[in-house]
């Protein structure tokens, strides 16, 4: 269940439930707290009544100490209420302490002034006046009602709605605050991206979010950085594209400006050969471009079954025809027969790449080894060359677009720089791997691994 769902649905509940239970609570509570106002008045009344006569009885038989005593059993007897009897120099009897709300009351009493009635949470009882033991005063403390009932008890049916109320806009504030900042964050993020600022992203905060807005967020930025790779790409495949056309466009301008001042046959066609040879590299750039280009962003037919051996038996025959020409020997190893799921242009296009750049880079007189096995429900490719290699931190860049890895690597390449990356494209849409590595015997070593299924 989504957890932004249950954010929300707890969060009106809570407020619902809170609201009930607090309405029944408010309203026990102050049913009993007028129950206990009204015993604590019937109790007040009992001590009222002959307090001052037996006060000073009390004082006649026992002086202080005695009236002590009586305040103390007055106080367990009387529930809630509690007396504080003070001598003339205001100090309580039983040595309670004295809130500073009665200060008021004590100090007109010190003076002779006439008496405050009530005080808050106070009420006088009597003031004695013995020949023998001096004045004192007595009080009777009335503990005050809880801070609850004290805050939402005069608001009454009304009020406690009221108060409800605003416990639910907070709540609802809270909650609509919750889901719109990182909204409006996505939107800000949306509108940054559509006027060109491609390196704009949601903030982390609300990426981090463990609910479905951060999960969003996360997508979003994903989104967001892939568009970037894609326009990115575009723009360095375009920049790479002008780069390698530039060079046989050149060098064919060169060409004709000779041919046009070539004095025999055989320097004519020494120049036509030249000017055929660049056409040649621009029309194979042009199609690896394209194809390169289909591979990345078009969607490609279901797959079908295919032999991947006999489909190594033509690539190596063709292989062995070119590698001859440099007397390289290719060596190949693989099973009778081989079934895989697999789009079969792009499969072949891959391998004659990787065949024709180890060709092209082996020196003469060395040998290639191809070896096709299926082990575990994956079929493993190895390409083995004795050419020169590769640097090491070029091994994971070779497979970019135009990346040259050396002068003399490119003057050989026979697929306009992009040879590579076509078949790193094809084994991604196979939902395979390929990686270069160097042999410690020298040579390059390339392994593509795919899925059988």
């Known amino acids: 269940m989504p957890r932004l769902f249950w954010r929300i649905f707890l969060a009106f509940w809570l407020v619902i439930v809170l609201s009930i239970a607090a309405t029944l609570l408010l309203n026990a509570r102050l049913d009993q707290?007028?129950?206990?106002?009204?015993?604590?008045?019937?109790?007040?009344?009992?001590?009222?009544?002959?307090?001052?006569?037996?006060?000073?009885?009390?004082?006649?038989?026992g002086g202080p100490n005695a009236l002590a005593r009586w305040a103390r059993t007055q106080a367990r007897t009387g529930g809630r209420v509690q007396l504080l009897v003070l001598d003339e120099e205001a100090r309580e009897l039983n040595d309670r302490q004295i809130h500073p709300s009665l200060n008021p009351v004590l100090a007109a009493?010190?003076?002779?002034?006439?008496?405050?009635?009530?005080?808050?949470?106070?009420?006088?009882?009597?003031?004695?006046?013995?020949p023998l033991h001096g004045e004192f005063l007595i009080l009777a403390l009335i503990p005050p009602r809880p801070v609850l009932l004290r805050l939402f008890g005069p608001l009454g049916p009304i009020g406690l709605l009221a108060v409800a109320l605003a416990a639910s806009v907070l709540v609802s504030w809270l909650l609509a605050r919750t889901l719109t900042r990182p909204i409006s964050g996505i939107r800000f993020t949306g509108r940054a991206l559509g006027r060109g600022d491609l390196d704009a992203r949601v903030n982390p905060k609300i990426a981090k979010r463990n609910d479905e807005l951060g999960e969003l967020a996360t997508d979003f930025n994903a989104m967001a950085s892939r568009i970037q790779a894609l326009l990115e790409q575009q723009q360095?495949?375009?920049?790479?594209?002008?780069?390698?056309?530039?060079?046989?466009?050149?060098?064919?301008?060169?060409?004709?400006?000779?041919?046009?001042?070539?004095?025999?046959?055989?320097?004519?066609?020494?120049?036509l050969g030249r000017i055929n040879h660049d056409v040649q590299r621009l029309d194979d750039l042009i199609d690896n471009v394209l194809r390169y280009a289909r591979m990345t962003q078009a969607d490609f037919p279901d797959k079908s079954t295919v032999d991947l051996s006999a489909m190594f038996d033509s690539l190596i025959e063709s292989a062995r025809l070119e590698a001859e020409m440099k007397a390289v020997e290719v060596h190949y190893t693989g099973p009778s027969k081989l079934s895989i799921k697999a789009i079969p242009d792009l499969l072949e296009r891959s391998f004659e790449n990787l065949l024709r750049n180890?060709?092209?880079?082996?020196?003469?007189?060395?040998?290639?080894?191809?070896?096709?096995v299926e082990a575990n429900g994956?079929?493993?490719?190895?390409?083995?060359?004795?050419?020169?290699?590769?640097?090491?931190d070029k091994l994971e860049t070779i497979f970019e677009p135009f990346v040259r890895v050396t002068a003399e690597r490119s003057e050989k390449g026979k697929s306009g720089g992009i040879g590579l990356a076509i078949v790193r494209a094809a084994v991604g849409h196979h939902q395979g791997q390929v990686s270069a590595k160097n042999r410690p015997a020298g040579g390059l070593e390339m392994l593509v691994k795919l899925p059988r299924t």
């Open 236 to 271: 360095t495949l375009l920049r790479d594209v002008s780069h390698e056309l530039r060079s046989p466009l050149a060098r064919m301008q060169v060409a004709l400006t000779l041919l046009g001042d070539a004095k025999t046959n055989d320097d004519r066609n020494h120049y």
């Open 109 to 130: 009493w010190r003076a002779d002034r006439p008496l405050p009635d009530t005080a808050r949470g106070a009420r006088r009882l009597a003031e004695l006046d013995h």
């Open 378 to 392: 994956e079929i493993t490719v190895r390409i083995r060359d004795q050419g020169g290699g590769v640097p090491e």
């Open 358 to 372: 180890a060709i092209a880079h082996s020196p003469e007189g060395s040998r290639i080894d191809v070896r096709l």
């Open 33 to 61: 707290a007028r129950q206990q106002d009204g015993q604590t008045s019937d109790r007040l009344e009992r001590i009222a009544r002959g307090v001052q006569l037996r006060a000073f009885r009390e004082l006649n038989r």
